[in-house]
């Protein structure tokens, strides 16, 4: 169980369609005032481009210059960036994750279950393993977008040092005709997981004339929002208590009780 708090700063925002510098240089604007004020910085799901399914177009090198940007934003803030854009990669291009340590040092998520209502599944390739990685003592599980509807995969596993994460994360570019499905779920993976859950989606209209209404949101153990922007554009900032999560989970430790199971690899 994480011994100390966790400040964490999602950013809202519209997308330039397939327009990698510009979109950089909007999410450097709007986090150049909290440096040194945050712990972690979350962006949406294909945050250079939009959710475009043009991967020939908007896929990177995986050491291209989206990569080095988020290297040298986490260094100037102080702070873990963490975000999702297309990489190209051998075996095919990916909508990938990334976790930036100001260091430089850095993890990777490869999205499981693609969108197949947009063709996602047919232009990408999905990943096969989910990542734990650790902040300031808080163990927090990143995903993205679709990944949301699919409880078995976010599953909080009981171990011998308690559960597997803390912190559950999904960025993504979930549109605004859906957002009472979004808000929902996010709920209910924090309650059933007995976990925080921080969720970042964009707003405004894509290239391909998509509406989102944001409704990203920051939401504590017990299901209530932290931070509920609506549709708003900007930094939303939050810092999360370690001892109001530890004492939830064992004045109601239900996980206890949670049911072992196995996920067999394709």
Known sequence: MPDQNLTVSIVQQSLAWQAPQENRGRFEQWLQPWQGKTDLVVLPEMFTAG?????????????????????GLAAELGAVV??????????????RLIWMRPDGTYQHYDKRHLFRMAGEHKKYRAGSERIVVELNGWKVCPMVC??????????NRS??????YD????????????????SQLLRARAI????????VNRIGEDGN????????AIIDVRGQALADPGSEAGVFTVT????????????????LDSDDFELLED
Request: proline share 6%.
């Open 82 to 95: 963490t975000g999702s854009y297309a990489v190209a990669t051998d075996e095919g291009p990916v909508n």
């Open 209 to 216: 004339g998509h509406l989102y209404s944001g409704d990203s």
């Open 51 to 71: 959710f475009s399914m043009d991967a020939r177009k908007v896929a990177e090198p995986p050491a291209g210059e989206t990569l080095q940007w988020m290297s």
């Open 159 to 164: 171990t011998e040092l308690g559960l597997d």
């Open 240 to 255: 999360l208590e370690a001892d109001e999560l530890n004492s939830y989970r064992e004045s109601f430790p239900a996980w």
């Open 192 to 199: 059933e997981n007995l976990a925080c859950v921080v969720g």
């Open 146 to 155: 679709y990944d949301l509807r699919f409880p078995v995969w976010c599953r």
């Open 167 to 182: 912190l559950l994360l999904f960025v993504a570019n979930w549109p605004a005709k859906r957002s009472y499905h979004w």
